[in-house]
């Protein structure tokens, strides 16, 4: 049962174009959001966070929007620059349960 | 400066064996995980240690033993290796047991024949 949900395995974007990550969740009680990106031969490494009493947190390029009601985040990134070409993860968790629950990511690929 | 390491990036093997793959941080951070990257890109976590003692230990087969002899290495320990196990493993590290920013290795890829 997939708790965190990237509908999306790939998402091809041109370059300075404003690229749109999306994550779904089942989970009415995850109160904590974040993304990252992952290279090839590397490990996740985090991006951006937010928390369920926010609707938005920017850092940047980087934007991340919450809609509790509709169980849905998204994450903008603009503009895209190729080497934000990577795979993006959405995780989330809930209260003093300290696991991160995990999407299956999404690969962006930004063309020049 | 490395901040989470891990040895061996890559591991094959033949079923049947036993294999440890080692993880360290220098982040000073006080819990630990091992994750694991299945066929379908999931990451699944395994196991989790504060301070030395474990405190998540998700539905793994207990040939799977991580082991922490201090706060900076949670090593995993994998006996009677099967076709099954092959994925790539991630440690990562966080400051504190509140979900936040967690920090990752760079992987290992288990092969096993």
């Known amino acids: 049962d997939q708790q965190v949900k990237q509908n999306s395995p790939s998402l091809s974007v041109q370059e300075g174009r404003i690229s749109i990550l999306n994550c779904d969740y089942t989970?009415?009680?995850?109160?904590?959001f974040l993304w990252y990106k992952k290279y090839p031969a590397e490990g996740p490494t985090f991006l951006i966070s937010?928390?369920?009493i926010k609707d938005k947190n920017e850092d940047g390029r980087f934007t991340v929007f919450l809609n509790k009601s509709a169980k849905h985040l998204s994450l903008h990134i603009v503009p895209s620059q190729p080497g934000d070409s990577a795979v993006y993860f959405c995780?989330?968790?809930?209260?003093?349960?300290?696991?991160?629950?995990w999407g299956a990511g999404t690969k962006l690929i930004i063309k020049p | 400066d490395t901040a989470v390491s891990q040895t061996p990036k890559y591991l094959v093997t033949q079923m049947g064996n036993d294999k440890s793959i080692k993880c360290e941080q220098n982040?000073?951070?006080?819990?630990m995980y091992w994750y694991k990257q299945d066929s379908k890109k999931f990451l699944k976590i395994m196991f989790s240690?504060?301070?030395?003692?474990?405190?998540i230990n998700e539905t793994v087969p207990n040939r799977f033993s991580p082991k922490s002899p201090d706060k900076a290495h949670l090593n995993l320990h994998i006996n009677s290796l099967e076709l099954g196990d092959s994925a790539v493993y991630f440690c990562?590290?966080?400051?504190?047991?509140?979900?936040?920013?967690?920090?990752f290795g760079p992987g290992t890829r288990l092969t096993v024949l």
């Open positions: 995780a989330a968790s809930a209260g003093s349960n300290y696991q991160l629950i």
């Open positions: 989970n009415s009680m995850f109160d904590y």
């Open positions: 240690y504060n301070n030395k003692e474990l405190i």
């Open positions: 937010i928390s369920s």
């Open positions: 990562a590290s966080r400051l504190g047991l509140r979900t936040d920013t967690q920090y």
């Open positions: 982040l000073g951070h006080d819990t």
